[in-house]
């Protein structure tokens, strides 16, 4: 029997990413014709992976999905499922509003879509989940839900609380991956230094990470989403030890008052803020520190922003991101606070700080002029190669752009590269020396 083709969107994270990736190599090893991402989407079977974080990606996500339900009912599609965040929190309301839709999948069931479109297939990925990034890199994904309970944050009402994934699967993991081309790999979590502690009550991050930094064929190691709060110092003895792990850490600090910060229940001050990125900066050397930061929290003053300015300014990020406070339903900060900064208010912070940030960045991207990184190459655009050094992450992090008519590259190989100037977002460099 021939199965009909189907066409999968991800909207959101990246975690998003890795269940995409789970079902669509389901799939495929059930017989089914399989795109991801598609600019020009023509399968008859459309699944929407979607993301209910906060009001834009919930937007983006039902737009999608009204998009796709017209088609359906034009007859360019014969059928549609949405999948995710947005549907595991939104369930009744999605299925009373987008009827379009043929079956709404949550976070954690849509695996039962492959036996309710195939019933004779096993609803198990078997071997090594396909990627969709280049071959070279891949998300892993340690654990699932959030016991942080932070007030502006919807995740744990729609993942629940955290569940780390059992070591020796991730291993595994990694390791078929590995086997198949694979060298570098982001490591995800919604939090991810709380690894472990669902197992037994304690931390167990730094001794997963020195498994994976061991692992034959691994090159880079990168960490994402920690938390500053009781952060698990033994992780940086882990990450001086070993040359794969990237000096890199993504850390959400969101504020910097410490009035804000209580009402946002981080159990965190300013002055342990402080204290924790000097104590990071000391015990690696070198590190390179992305964040994510908040304006219009209810009841952030003035002062209270010209403080977060003023640590932006002070903690000098290598990358940062920011966004406006928006009111989730159902979070403490819904029930507790009025949203009392007006819209414009927002606004003019969020321009203000990322412009502020923007500057930093310009200014430490030209610091780097002159020194010799070890480059991975990404793809090829044009008349450059594009690639990132350990100190980047795919997709968000500043690219290196190296010239084509320098000599061939192979995507997904490592070389040596002089930064020879830079801009605003990015890194121009010369390969050391191109093998003949």
Not at 32 to 38: G, K, P, Q, V
Not at 382 to 391: C, P
Request: net charge negative.
């Amino acid at each position: 029997m021939k199965h009909p083709s189907i066409d999968f969107i991800t909207l959101g994270c990246s975690k998003n990413l890795v269940d995409s990736e789970t079902l669509l190599t389901m799939f495929r090893q059930a017989g089914f014709r399989c795109t991801h991402d598609s600019p020009h989407p023509h399968a008859p079977i459309v699944v929407i992976n979607t993301c209910g974080f906060i009001e834009d990606a919930k937007q983006e996500s039902i737009d999608t999905i009204l998009a796709f339900a017209q088609a359906k009912e034009e007859g360019h599609i014969d059928k549609l499922f949405v999948m995710g965040c947005l549907s595991q929190r939104y369930l009744k309301e999605l299925e009373e509003e987008i009827p379009q839709v043929d079956k709404y999948y949550g976070k954690f069931n849509y695996k039962q879509l492959l036996t309710d479109l195939c019933p004779s297939a096993e609803a198990v990925c078997k071997g090594p989940r396909q990627i969709t990034t280049p071959n070279h890199y891949a998300y892993i994904k340690i654990s699932e839900g959030c016991d942080r309970h932070c007030a502006y944050c919807a995740i744990p009402l729609i993942t629940g609380r955290h569940v780390s994934r059992p070591a020796d699967e991730i291993i595994s993991e990694m390791q078929a991956l590995i086997a198949q081309g694979t060298t570098e790999f982001q490591i995800i979590a919604q939090e991810l230094t709380y690894y472990g502690i669902d197992i037994d009550g304690k931390r167990h991050i730094a001794e997963l990470v020195e498994r994976m930094a061991t692992l034959p064929g691994l090159r880079w190691l990168r960490l994402h989403y920690a938390y500053p709060t009781q952060f698990p110092w033994e992780l940086t003895d882990v990450i001086n030890r070993h040359p794969t792990i990237c000096r890199y850490l993504d850390v959400a600090l969101q504020h910097i008052s410490t009035p804000v910060l209580q009402r946002m229940g981080r159990h965190i001050t300013e002055e342990e803020t402080y204290d924790f990125i000097n104590r990071l900066r000391e015990a690696v050397p070198g590190i390179r520190l992305r964040t994510t930061l908040m304006v219009g929290f209810p009841g952030e003053t003035e002062d209270d922003f010209k403080q977060l300015l003023d640590f932006v300014s002070r903690a000098r990020f290598d990358c940062m991101g920011a966004f406006a406070y928006s009111e989730e339903e159902a979070t403490p900060a819904a029930k507790q606070y009025a949203d009392d900064v007006p819209d414009e208010v927002k606004e003019r912070r969020l321009s203000q700080l990322m412009a502020l940030q923007q500057r930093i960045s310009t200014q430490l991207l030209a610091d780097e002029v002159g020194h010799t990184h070890t480059v991975v190459i990404d793809r090829q655009e044009g008349d450059y190669y594009i690639g990132r050094t350990q100190y980047a992450s795919p997709e968000v992090d500043p690219e290196v752009l190296i010239p084509a008519n320098e000599g061939e590259l192979e995507i997904g190989h490592y070389y040596d590269a002089r930064i020879t100037s830079s801009e605003e977002f990015d890194l121009y460099a010369t390969i050391h020396h191109i093998p003949s």
